[in-house]
C-alpha cells in the first residue's frame, strides 16, 4: 500500500471527553544513555503526542536530565536509584498497557539484557527496537515464543536490515538497495511466525509481516527522513498507539503510515535537506486531522 491513510482511519483509539489520563494507557519507555540521550527524548516526544495518557521513561540519571528539560510529562525512573533493578522496573512497568525498550541503549551495559528478558516476560505489549534488537540478537529470540503462553500479545520488533541480518543470521545477502517485498517476505514470514512476533522491517520502504504470515509492504517515505532519530520516532509512536489499546498489527500499520505521511508534510514544507526527526513530530497533528482523529 502507498501512503494513503484511508486503510488506517478506522483504527482511531477511542476517547471519550470523561476519561481521565488512566483510560488513554500508560506507555513504559526504556531508553537513553549518558552519551545518546537524545533517542530517548525523540521516542518519548513521540509517545506523548500519541494521545497515550501516561508516558514512564526509565534511563540513566544523566539522560533524565534531558527528559526533564524537554519532556516534562514524563514520569522519571533512573537506573541508578536505589534498591534492586528488577524490582524498580517492575514497580515502572505495573499499570502499563504497553513498553517500549531500545532507542539509545548501552548495548555494553549488561543490565540492559536483564531489563529485556524481564519486559519479554511481562509486558503486556512491548516494542523492541534499536540497541534492544542488538542485545536480543546475542541472546536469541527463543525467548519470545514463551509470550504466548503467558497470554501477553506478540512482540513488535522494529529493525532496519542491517539489525535485522543480526536477527535472522542467513538474511546476510539482504541489502538495502534490492528491497523486493516478494524476495524479502520469504525471509520475514518464517522468522515472524517461528517466534510469533510482528515484524517491522525498515528500509526507503517498510515491509510489516505479521505472526499469520500476512505482509503489508508500505511505500512513500523520502530521502528527508533519512536522518539519525527518525526510528526513535516510530518507536515513540508505535508505542504510543500501542498504550492507547490499539491491536499490536494494527499498532504497527498505523504508527508506519502517520509516521511517513507526517515525513512527508515535514520534506514538502522545509525540504529533505532541512527536516529534521522533530518536524515528523510537528507534523503530526496535520495527519491526525486528515485522518478525523
Known sequence: MNDSLDSIKKLFPQRSDKGHKTSFGSLLVVAGSDYMSGAAVLTVSAALRTG????????????????RTN?????????????????????????????????????????????????IENAPKLVIDASALTVLSSIGCECLKNRDTKR??????????????????????LN????????????????ATEYGAILVLKNFDTLITAPDGKCYYMYGGNSGMAK??????????????LASGLDPVDAAQAGVMIHTRAGKIAAEELTKLYMLPTDIIRNLPLVYKELGW
Not at 184 to 190: F, G, L, N, Y
Not at 229 to 240: A, E, K, Y
Open 71 to 119: 519532556c516534562p510529562c514524563a514520569l522519571l525512573g533512573s537506573y541508578d536509584q536505589s534498591g534492586n533493578l528488577l524490582h524498580n522496573l517492575s514497580s515502572m512497568l505495573k499499570g502499563c498497557t504497553a513498553a517500549v525498550i531500545g532507542p539509545g541503549l548501552d548495548v555494553n551495559d549488561a543490565r540492559n539484557k536483564e531489563i529485556l528478558i524481564f519486559l
Open 176 to 191: 538495502y538497495d534490492a528491497f523486493n517485498a516478494s524476495e524479502i517476505s520469504i525471509m520475514t514470514r518464517p522468522f
Open 228 to 241: 539519525g532519530g527518525s526510528g526513535d520516532v516510530l518507536t515513540g509512536i508505535i508505542g504510543g498507539l
Open 52 to 67: 497515550v495518557g501516561i508516558v514512564k521513561i526509565l534511563s540513566s540519571e544523566k539522560c533524565l536530565d534531558a527528559i
Open 152 to 173: 501477553l500479545a506478540p512482540v513488535i520488533m522494529t529493525p532496519h536490515v542491517g539489525e535485522f541480518k543480526r536477527l535472522k543470521k542467513d538474511a546476510a545477502g
